[in-house]
DNA sequence: CCTATCATGTAATCCGTTACATGATTAT
DNA sequence: ATAATCATGTAACGGATTACATGATAGG
């Protein structure tokens, strides 16, 4: 039981297996999928090899299904909501970058009047997607999620106009 | 000279040797610094594994000072020109995530009331600088990064005006 | 029944970060 | 001179991605 660093990926999983309750890596997965990894995806492979780390730690306890498929299922401690309600209570006051493959293209000199159309459409895509997904969203359930998809929506709009911007700007 | 590969930070060493010529990675990182890191930092010790990298793939060639600090000194190649235009022509059609620390804070329950201000004081600071950094723009040079800069400066206004929301609609 | 997809997991590789180290300049 | 900072690099570690693999379920 030593102590490893949490990271992100960390946080994430405990998060969730504190929100969910007892859940097997799939379960992880598929959580992830509709709800934190709409701004920050995880590999499948992180979804297991995580919550063993974090179970070395001491921060979740791990046990298998003694019949069928002898699934492994992963339930969050007190240490482990501990942890979580630490990381809380420091607001971070640090800004993350842009880090957008299209972005660095544009800089190195990739033609804006090819760049921007695939851009444009691509986050139109999203934008909807989000859009969607607050259609669907009762405004039950935790805050957070809800408050952190407006992020996503403005974000996707921010994009959509700067990229017309580029194609004004440079056409 | 095999094939690994090219990942952004291939490309990012890639451009910056096509455009600056004859550089250490020393003159990298500050060129790094000063450019094309204000949306995607390199750690520096990446500025002297990746050249040698793609040395060893024949991306750049390596040589080194025979006097005084005997810096190894990294030129692209031909084949490096190559990758980096072929990469240009292949707009990609990807949207980034987030992977904001501080959204990832408040989609797992962090006090709005706390995180928002911090986050507000750190984008408007960001803003600052970009803007700084766009007063000195004379408009000369290659357009890409005139370009991009616009997108940062969208990026950090976008996100006070998020955080002020939250503000509002949590307080 | 057969095949596609879902579910579940392990292993290897590799990139990126962090830590360590030391030689040159510059400032006081 | 000496301290501080800049410049230059290597090594170790670890997390994340990719590849590999196979068992279960459902659909045709």
Same mark, same amino acid.
């Given at each position: 039981?030593?102590?490893? %660093?949490?990271? @992100? +990926?960390?946080?994430?999983?405990?998060?969730l297996l504190e929100f969910a309750g007892r859940s097997?890596?799939?379960?992880l997965k598929r959580l992830v999928a509709e709800s934190v990894g709409n701004f920050w995806m995880l590999q499948h492979a992180q979804l297991y090899t995580e919550p063993a780390r974090l179970a070395a730690a001491g921060?979740?306890?791990?046990?298998?299904?003694?019949?069928?498929?002898?699934r492994k299922l992963y339930e969050i401690t007190d240490a482990g909501r501990e942890a979580m309600e630490e990381w %809380?209570?420091? @607001? +971070?006051g640090s800004v993350s970058e842009l880090r957008d493959l299209?972005?660095?293209q544009l800089f190195f000199g990739s033609a804006p009047e090819r760049l921007?159309?695939?851009?444009?459409?691509?986050?139109r895509e999203k934008l909807a997607e989000y859009e969607a997904l607050?259609?669907?969203?009762?405004g039950a359930g935790p805050r957070g999620p809800w408050l952190a998809l407006e992020a996503g929506i403005r974000a996707e709009r921010s994009?959509?106009?700067?990229?017309?911007?580029?194609?004004?700007e440079t056409g």
């Amino acid at each position: 039981m030593q102590e490893p %660093r949490l990271t @992100p +990926t960390s946080y994430i999983v405990l998060g969730l297996l504190e929100f969910a309750g007892r859940s097997s890596p799939y379960d992880l997965k598929r959580l992830v999928a509709e709800s934190v990894g709409n701004f920050w995806m995880l590999q499948h492979a992180q979804l297991y090899t995580e919550p063993a780390r974090l179970a070395a730690a001491g921060y979740v306890t791990e046990e298998r299904e003694e019949e069928g498929r002898r699934r492994k299922l992963y339930e969050i401690t007190d240490a482990g909501r501990e942890a979580m309600e630490e990381w %809380r209570r420091a @607001p +971070t006051g640090s800004v993350s970058e842009l880090r957008d493959l299209g972005l660095l293209q544009l800089f190195f000199g990739s033609a804006p009047e090819r760049l921007a159309p695939a851009q444009i459409e691509a986050h139109r895509e999203k934008l909807a997607e989000y859009e969607a997904l607050r259609e669907r969203d009762t405004g039950a359930g935790p805050r957070g999620p809800w408050l952190a998809l407006e992020a996503g929506i403005r974000a996707e709009r921010s994009w959509v106009g700067y990229w017309e911007w580029v194609l004004a700007e440079t056409g």
